[in-house]
């Protein structure tokens, strides 16, 4: 069985958390995933999204510290992060671990490990991947319509808002979706390679087709990053997920 069989075989929920000889908690779980860009179809990568009430559950005590003082909607996706990306790690053969967050919020992967995170209101969506084969990426997931025209300036350059002005409105909202998850996507990897703060108005995002887009560089302020394509997939009728991944 592959790796996205086995994610779409596990159906239901089970938890059997137990503690071995040294008192250290081990959480066995499967929780019931969805899993995206299954046409990557590489054995060193492993992505999926999941309603966010249905990863809620036990996480580790270390990891419980990293959200301690949270508002309850950020404990929540914050759970539904580390639940999702812990099984994707372990369907990568990892062992479990508890994923603490650096002073910068960036998970802190286990050694061998690479991955991303992304939330929306209800959805998360994660990828996890053997760092040796894929040495960095960025997820990010979105609510269509999220990005209204009255936030465009903020996020999108001149040529990029010319671009969404000509199109219809529908088109317009699927465009700036997929466009600003984009630059979130590219953020997230970059930021794991460089530490560098990449503004928005930085980089340019250019739509190749339904499902691939790729970024450029406006400014030296954005890194060499901006290579590979970044893939988009419609989650639903109402999200739309885009993946960022170096070979
Ligand atoms: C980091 C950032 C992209 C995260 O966005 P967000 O609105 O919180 O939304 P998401 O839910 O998609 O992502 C959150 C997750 O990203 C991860 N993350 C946070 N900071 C990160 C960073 N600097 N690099 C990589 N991943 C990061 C975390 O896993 C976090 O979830 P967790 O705290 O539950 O583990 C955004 O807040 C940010 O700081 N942006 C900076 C500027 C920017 O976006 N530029 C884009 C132009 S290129």
């Known amino acids: 069985m592959n790796g996205s069989e086995l994610l779409k075989a596990v159906i239901g929920y089970a938890r059997t958390g137990f503690r071995d000889g040294c008192g250290h908690l081990h959480l066995q779980e499967t929780v019931n995933f969805c899993s995206l860009f299954s046409d990557l179809s590489s054995p060193h990568l492993r992505v999926a999204c999941a309603g966010i009430a249905s990863l809620q559950g036990v996480i580790f005590p270390e990891e419980r510290l990293d959200i301690q003082n949270a508002h309850p909607k950020r404990r929540r996706e914050f759970i539904a992060g580390r639940r999702m990306a812990r099984q994707l790690s372990q369907s990568l053969g990892f062992p479990d671990y508890s994923l603490r967050r650096s002073a910068q919020r960036t998970p802190l992967w286990r050694h061998g490990a690479t991955g991303s995170i992304s939330h929306s209101a209800t959805i998360c969506a994660a990828a996890v991947a053997r760092k040796a084969a894929i040495p960095a990426l960025g997820i990010d997931i979105e609510a269509l319509g999220r990005v209204r025209p009255e936030l465009w300036g903020s996020i999108f350059t001149e040529s990029e808002q010319e671009f969404l ?7 317009a909202c699927l465009a700036a979706t997929v466009m600003f998850s984009a630059k979130e996507s590219f953020y997230k990897l970059q930021y794991s390679m460089t530490g560098n703060w990449v503004g928005f108005h930085d980089v340019e995002v250019k739509l190749i087709d339904e499902s691939r887009c790729r970024i450029a560089p406006v400014s030296s302020q954005a890194d060499v ?10 989650v639903g009728s109402d ?4 993946l960022m991944h170096m070979k």
């Open 239 to 242: 999200h739309v997920a885009t």
């Open 165 to 171: 002005y000509a199109l219809s409105t529908i088109e």
């Open 225 to 234: 990053w901006h290579q590979p394509d970044i893939h988009v997939e419609r």
